[in-house]
């Protein structure tokens, strides 16, 4: 199968313009659905009115819409360095992420904002230098990283860098002419973008633009969706309320590895599953594994490299990779060797080339007795176990501690006897910590340990 690969979004949107690609979108928000033609003539639109403001950079902060996406991409052609940020996210994060991204102007598309909000921001926002100008061609994406294990960084990215992904995509599990994909992941995290938005308006399939994890559930049933995109989270809390639409036909998974027994369930239901691999620094996937009997056994994507380093963990060499961290020269060079990307995520290659991620290096905790847990992979169980609950493994004098919010303490006594029969001993959960306010996460639902670390030293 040829695969079109884009080089950037002015390719992509002359290809719509042209009917070249099937398909279209449908914004449950605003209860309507336009062709992709139709969509590529209102980015165009917005092109021009950037073009006429004469901006350098900008975020766009608010719900799946229309004018979020058009503007968007009429952003980006026009020059702008561009952020999507989540509509979640408070004032106070929203004034850093315009600060850390040095942008211009925050543009509040759902008016959501209140006034003294408003006045943060603006306060946070950049003053252009005298003579500095809007780069030449297609302007720079920033996503920023997950933060797991340290301040979040915004990524650079490309128009270029986010297609090769999509070819990527496209290359190992096709969206074809029928599909729909859901996109209820948020645009603001590399993986929601383009696994739930890019890739599908890429390619041949439909797009159903969901209203926010508030309304998933609603959401998944009303969009009768072939392909539903998701975390390790979500699907426990779909599975946990039966509430996976009967159009579904493959669920693909990122941001974190999936347990055992959610497998299972999605199997159950009759559902395929793929299993995709990338990080925010090599814009989005770089390997993938589709309906494979050990859904871990990645197949490395077209163009991609990887080698295993000496301490265990993987380096990556991709067409995909970002141009670096927002000026920041130190952690760039800290990251990059001679265009290799370092990760924090230990793994190997077998026999058959297949790529095996074995967790997080910061997911592993080390216990007093030299034993060691998988602390991801134990806590997607529990999630399971719990229907959803918030939950997360720490160390705490050398022993495994759980700490929980919102769980009642019965099914968590139930849960824990059952999942400590299936620990080594020397790993069983005994210790735990209730606290009074929601584990801090990421907009891609892992846990933010040194965050969770921090919290509890001060309890």
């Not at 645009?187 to 390619?203: E, I, K, N, Q």
């Amino acid at each position: 199968m040829s695969v079109q690969k884009y080089v950037s979004f002015q390719q992509l949107l002359d290809s719509l313009e042209q009917e070249k690609v099937k398909g279209s979108l449908r914004f449950l928000g605003e209860g309507i659905t336009i062709s992709k033609k139709e969509f590529a003539k209102k980015c165009f639109e917005k092109k021009s009115h950037f073009e006429e403001h004469g901006l350098i950079s900008i975020g766009l902060f608010g719900g799946k819409s229309l004018e979020l996406v058009s503007s968007f991409f009429g952003a980006a052609l026009a020059g702008l360095r561009v952020v999507i940020i989540d509509p979640m996210e408070d004032a106070s994060s929203i004034a850093k992420m315009a600060k850390y991204a040095e942008l211009e102007k925050v543009l509040d598309i759902d008016g959501q904002l209140e006034e003294d909000e408003l006045k943060e921001i603006n306060a946070s926002l950049y003053s252009r230098k005298e003579g500095e100008r809007e780069s030449e061609g297609e302007g720079d994406i920033l996503f920023f990283t997950s933060g797991t294990s340290g301040p979040s960084k915004p990524v650079v990215l490309t128009s270029e860098s986010l297609l090769d992904a999509c070819y990527n995509g496209q290359s190992c599990l096709p969206a074809k002419e029928g599909d729909s994909v859901l996109s209820i992941l948020p645009l603001s995290h590399v993986f929601g973008f383009v696994c739930s938005f890019l890739w599908p308006l890429c390619y041949d399939s439909s797009i159903v633009l969901g209203r926010g994890l508030k309304k998933m559930c609603e959401d998944v049933s009303a969009s009768e969706a072939t392909i539903l995109t998701l975390i390790p989270t979500q699907v426990a809390f779909l599975l946990s309320r039966n509430c996976l639409n009967p159009e579904s036909k493959t669920i693909l998974i990122g941001a974190g590895p999936l347990s055992e027994p959610l497998i299972a369930a999605i199997k159950a239901a009759g559902k395929s599953l793929a299993f995709g691999y990338g990080l925010t620094e090599t814009s989005s996937g770089v390997a993938i594994s589709v309906g494979s009997d050990d859904p871990y056994a990645f197949s490395i994507c077209p163009e991609d490299e990887f080698r295993v380093e000496e301490d265990g963990t993987l380096s990556i060499k991709t067409p995909g990779l970002m141009k670096g961290y927002y000026k920041n020269e130190e952690a760039t060079k800290a990251a990059i060797d001679n265009g290799w990307l370092r990760t924090n995520d230990l793994g190997f290659i077998d026999e058959e080339g297949k790529l095996h991620v074995i967790g997080r290096k910061d997911d592993i905790l080390v216990l007093s007795s030299g034993m060691k847990m998988d602390a991801g992979k134990i806590e997607s169980a529990l999630m399971l176990l719990t229907h959803g609950g918030d939950c997360a493994l720490l160390v705490s004098d050398g022993a495994p501690m759980l700490v929980y919010f919102n769980i009642e303490q019965a099914l968590l006594n139930d849960v824990l006897k059952k999942m400590n029969a299936t620990l080594p001993l020397g790993t069983q959960i005994v210790a735990t910590r209730r606290l009074s306010s929601p584990l801090p996460r990421t907009r891609s639902g892992k846990v933010i340990r040194y965050k969770l670390m921090k919290m509890m030293e001060g309890m």
